[in-house]
């Protein structure tokens, strides 16, 4: 394999000849590189594809014998008629120049310009995109004219194994497993940003190769519009499984969005029925009040226990539930009887009881509370949460702090503050 | 879900206090009428637009409206064609351009839009500038000062907004359909013309107007702001029809409203310059077209026509040289979002400036006629527009990338019947140019 490190579109465009041990014919020129497994970090290409004077024909890799000066590749067997591989087959050229590609290090949506290929150990291999102006100038043939100039220009490459590539929505379109893990290394809101920036069609299919918790998480950061065209393109049963990971109020205020069949439609399709249920009562709350705004995922706990009970029940069902800063206390009848904090809970002795221990007086909003007073009312007590009690005092759910914030400031009036000099919120941490 | 840590949970039953609100349906009407449609159709009757009719009808009189029946067709056609390939491909024209056709192609398409762009920038500015000075303020105090207002404006305030406000003032002209009627045109002479094509193939000037005529009402750009409005407002292909009608309304109502611009100014200008033939009135500036107003606006016409180029040059001011910056940057894949700062987004930044600024300084330029400058604007924009129809319809009959929606035939024939005619009249102008020119 007679490749060197170099660009793609240093070799695209170049003729190629065929050497028969005595003469050298040509055949065609060189008009794309295909890879037989794209899931790889760094994927191997396995072929050239060549535009004859009877179309196009495919070399694997092994028969380029030599790349002279030029760039004019030298092949030792005829270029054969069959198309490689499979319908997984990536080809270089026609499905990655010039396309949309997500930058998972940098968290952005850029565009391929030109592929760098390296030449491992005998295999040819993708290492990186550019995505930067020498790539660009690269295109435009600026290296043939001017070799120097090309090399002033800094680079913009990004490693391929950083790279979430979106296929395009030909027929016999590749999906790459390799985006759906890549992309899952984001922060949720970061990868809800990266799929607003992309077309609805593009969106749909970066989702569509995230598993359910990814895409569910992302989902909640997203905005009404463009969960419901996502959702549209993903069909009813992936888009039921994506809501039932999402939490209650969001995914309550997505149903809320779609119209009443699409809603009944989704909602039939949620495996837990008693979640189907709870999010068909929690939709028709306006989503601009308490009601709207609550989660039913906290958690309540009697009266009766004790700490070190209750706390090995908490370890218990904590994976499962978001939110465990404040137990509350019912009765039977889910009445709400009082209110204890995870803090007082754990410096609490262990076999101190919970009705001892708990606060009764405790500051709570109804359904029918306009989301600017739950967020008042959580601000003037310094709470993370306040519950939402219906008349005879039984809990419907939480209002927590972060969605009474979201809730009061909406992106709108984000928006139209100044922007120019708005300073960005810090990226927060991703845990890997 | 409430997770029980207690006893077997029983859900209380509740009963919903409030239905969520659904008012959001009902201005799904008003949303019809104000479609991506409707404003780009809004858009393109910018100030190169105003001077272009309004010159038209002084010049030539009703002769110069049948050329807007074929345009009206042409309209329709380019435009549903672009709001079809945003809706189906979600991407914007510039980004298929790109993707279809390589760098090279797309670099030479991103040249030729932003030059294309910016000299139409400045002629927003000169519309700027000429409603100042019908004031008596001088151009160099208005345009410096409004390149700092738009400036400031699409810096802070959503375009959403100034595109609200800009739809709402757009009623002025609205004035000219009253003021076309109150001048008592000759209807049954505008009736024939409108339907009796001539052209002078003698005149120059007939031939450089017929290219402005088109160029300003098939603005190339206008084909890639709607085909991003509708990507942006996340259009669908159920939504087609709606999208159809949309286009449809906001091309008829923009050819509507230029028609009586020139009917406008043929009944008032033209006709009096036939019966006054020793004392005619001569355009020269675009003060002069505010007469056409008269019939409705007496001494006011004036003002009237001022507040009208003013509100027109102030949007799209604003809007252009903006648009042309995420047109580029979206080809290219650079950055491009107003909330970042210039470090993340430089390019970005650097473009929107620099056609903002070049398109005003052009109208700085000592003793420039502001009028002849705008009308050359949309000349350019008419020479350039079968370049963009032909990536147009390359890109709109692949199967890879429209699947069934490819062109009909009747879209493809209409199309390329553009491309044909108005190619062959932007040649034979530039052929008269250069005769002209030796």
Redesign the interface.
Known sequence: MAFRDGYLSEFVGRPAVLDDGTSRRPVGKVVDFFVDKPDDAFPRIDGVVVRTSEGERFSPVRDVVDVDAHGTIVLRNAPSLAAPGDDRTLYLIKDL????IVDVDGR??????DLEIANTGGTLRVVAAD?GIAG?LR??GINRVAPQLLERVPRTLIAWDNVAPIT?A?PSQVQLSVSGARLSRLHPSELADIISD?????AARVVKQLDDETAADAFEHLDA??QQ?II?DLGADRAADIIEEMD?DDAADLL?ELDEHKRAELLAKIE?R??A??LE?L?????D?A??LMT???????PH?TTNA?IA??RE?GP??EFIYY?YV?D???KLLGVISLRTLLLALPTAFIHKLMDTDVVSV???TSAEDAAATIARYDLLAVPVL?D?G????IVTVDDAIDAIIPEKIA??L???V???TKKPAVAN | ???????A????G?T??????RWARSLLFLASILGPGFITASAGNDVGGIFTYSVAGAQFGYKAIWPLVPITVALIVVQEMAARMGTV???GLS?LI??EF???I??LTMLGLFFMNTFTTSAEFAGIASASEIYHISRYISVPLSLLVVFFAV????SKVIERIFVVLSLVYVTYIVSGALAHPDWGRVAHDAFTPSIDTHDPAYIGMLVALIGTTISPYMQFYLQSAI?EK?T?ASDLLATRIDVTNGSILAIVVAAFMIIANAATIFVFNQTHGQHPIVVNQASDVAIALAPLAGKFASALFAFGILNAGLFTAAVLPLSTSYLVCEA??F?AA????FREAPVFFTLFAAGLVIGAALVLVPHVPLLQLSIASQVVQGLLLPLELVLMLVIINRA?VMGVFRNTLLANAICWTTVVVVGAIALYYTYTQIVAAI
């Open positions: 120049f010039d396309k949309q952005k949506v850029v565009r391929i310009n995505i660009l295109r435009l395009d030909n992309l077309s609805a069609q593009d519009d463009v065209s549209e209650s809320g837990d008693d979640y249920d709870e009562d939709v028709e709350y306006a989503p009040t009601g709207g039913t995922d906290y958690v309540w706990i009697y226990r209750t029940k908490i069902i499962e539930t137990l019912t039977d009848d889910r109804s359904t029918d219906d005879e039984r809990v419907l759910g928006n139209s100044p922007r120019f708005r300073h960005h | 879900m409430p997770t029980d840590v207690g006893a949970a029983t859900l209380p509740h919903p206090v409030s239905r969520r609100k491909t979600g991407k980004a790109r993707e390589g760098v090279r797309a670099l810096l802070r305030v959503s990507v996340g669908r290219f894949g950055e107003l909330d970042r700062r890879r």
